[in-house]
């Protein structure tokens, strides 16, 4: 849903699928893959405001607690309430129904600090 | 970094068949294979294994050797030849020091199984009192590697090792043959399933790990562990307790028995068993949405009463937690739990979240 290659990557492993002066957000295959069975996941609130790099929502396994860096700054528009139900889509589909949140971009020139999908690749 | 850390035998098996290794109190140990929810239930429905190769065993052997014991654990132990049992180990102020199994090998030997990071202190605290024992302590660990295979087919799929394997009595341990190689077989364990725990060579428990994978036995990682043994309402000693907690105060006083021979904190915890306590290890449930984490502080009226020692999350029973509150907090009472700065509402459970199928 928001391939892989067409997301751009935070080296702590954040993505942004940026439309227009929207970016969907959730976290990479190889984090999904690291955190392992994800159980819960506190999500930040419609109208939030995420600054990025800084901390805005936390995704728990069994094991562990880990902060989710928001990868742009922007307003919180969408939250994916599926996850509340049911936190393993971020492990089922990563960049498909485990995306996180999606916010309205306040700083598009932010996007150049990302990470191409080959580029993130490279770094793990 | 990792040279630094000491790897069981097990250590090269383990990470072929996938382990996410990881440093447990300077052993190098996985932490999960395919996913600690997948090992848990294979737990709790069929069978699993687990590498406690790092876990310590010390002899105690002589004429003494009961005596020694009994003034060394608050249990009471039985001469009974292949008999074990639960005990803590105390401190003059009766501050626990270790929780062990030890099982009787015959009437001067004794046979101490005692936790992996406290090893050394158990074994340098033995010595110490053993000076006017005829008996000697010896640190074995060396010489054993062990494998924990839990879960309510364990026994029926080890059957093809050892047909008797059944009549093992719980807490009782056996010599027996796997493999060519001579391994002593203890009807115990740390998930509220069944099973066995297996030490022998570093070359037949490699076997036995290599026969398990073959053999439906899924390989499990500290993650599941520390999960099972939790929803089981199993202490981890040096975790949630340690010399500043007594037995009573870990919910732990049918380990003490007062009525035996003279042992080591025995004065201090008559008088505790006397006076009460203030504050018990209890149970907790998260009735919100959240996770609580080891550390959190628990609330009453804004007030704190307690903290954790142990949290995580149960695939059966959601968020638990088990630490620290007031003794007369009734079973049902309301708390809040302090997660990240939000505070989570949570009720008091009566311990175990897991009633042990044994």
């Not at chain 1, 506190?42 to 936390?58: D, F, N, Q, R, T």
């Not at chain 2, 053999?215 to 993650?223: M, T, V």
Request: glycine share 8%; proline share 3%; hydrophobic share 40%.
């Amino acid at each position: 849903m928001y391939n892989q290659e067409k997301c751009k990557f935070s080296k702590t492993h954040e993505w942004a699928f940026v439309e227009g002066d929207t970016a969907v957000c959730g976290i990479s295959d190889h984090a999904q893959h690291e955190i392992s069975d994800i159980v819960f996941v506190e999500l930040p609130k419609v109208g939030a405001k995420v600054e990025a790099g800084k901390s805005c929502a936390v995704i728990e396994s069994v094991k562990s607690a880990a902060d989710f860096y928001a990868p742009l700054s922007g307003e919180v528009i969408q939250v994916n309430e599926n996850l509340n139900g049911n936190p393993a889509l971020i492990n089922q589909a990563p960049h498909g129904d485990g995306w996180i949140f999606k916010i309205k971009i306040s700083n598009a020139k932010e996007e150049e600090n990302l990470l191409s999908f080959d580029a993130y690749k490279a770094t793990l | 970094m990792e040279q630094n850390l000491q790897k069981t035998s097990l250590y090269e098996a383990c990470v072929k068949a996938g382990g996410k290794m990881v440093d447990f109190h300077g052993w190098l140990l996985p932490v999960q294979f395919e996913s600690i929810i997948a090992e848990h239930n294979a737990v709790r429905s069929s069978a699993g294994m687990f590498d406690v190769s790092h876990m310590g065993q010390i002899i105690f052997k002589g004429p003494d050797a009961y005596k020694f014991l009994q003034y060394v654990a608050t249990n009471n132990f039985k001469v009974e030849t292949g008999r074990g049992a639960y005990s803590h180990i105390v401190n003059e102020n009766g501050g626990v020091i270790d929780d062990i199994i030890a099982f009787c090998i015959n009437e001067q030997e004794f046979f101490v199984v005692v936790n992996s990071a406290t090893c050394q202190k158990d074994y340098a605290w033995f010595k110490e009192k053993a000076k006017n024992f005829k008996v000697e302590v010896s640190n074995v660990s060396a010489k054993y590697s062990m494998l924990a295979l839990q879960g309510p087919k364990v026994l029926d799929i080890l059957g093809e090792l050892d047909k008797d394997i059944k009549n093992l009595k719980r807490f009782y341990i056996k010599k027996a043959t796997m493999f060519g190689g001579e391994v002593l077989i203890t009807r115990t364990g740390y998930t509220g399933e069944d099973g066995v725990e297996i030490m022998g060579s570093a070359d037949t428990i490699n076997k036995l790990f290599a026969w398990g994978l073959t053999h439906n036995i899924k390989p499990c990682g500290l993650g599941a562990r520390d999960l099972l043994r939790l929803e089981s309402g199993y202490l981890l000693s040096g975790n949630d307790m340690d010399e500043t907690k007594t037995p009573y105060e870990a919910s732990c006083g049918w380990v003490v028995k007062l009525n035996k021979e003279d042992f080591i904190g025995k004065a201090a915890l008559a008088k505790q068993k006397e006076t009460g306590v203030s504050q018990v290890w209890s149970g907790f449930i998260l009735t919100q949405p959240g996770i609580a984490r080891e550390g959190c502080k628990i609330y009453q009226n804004d007030k704190e009463i307690g903290y954790l020692t142990s949290a995580t999350f149960s695939p059966v029973y959601k968020a638990i937690c088990a630490g620290y509150a007031p003794s007369n907090l009734a079973e049902g009472s309301e708390v809040e739990i302090e997660v990240r700065g939000r505070k989570i509402k949570a009720k008091k459970i009566k311990m175990p979240f897991y009633q042990d199928k044994i």
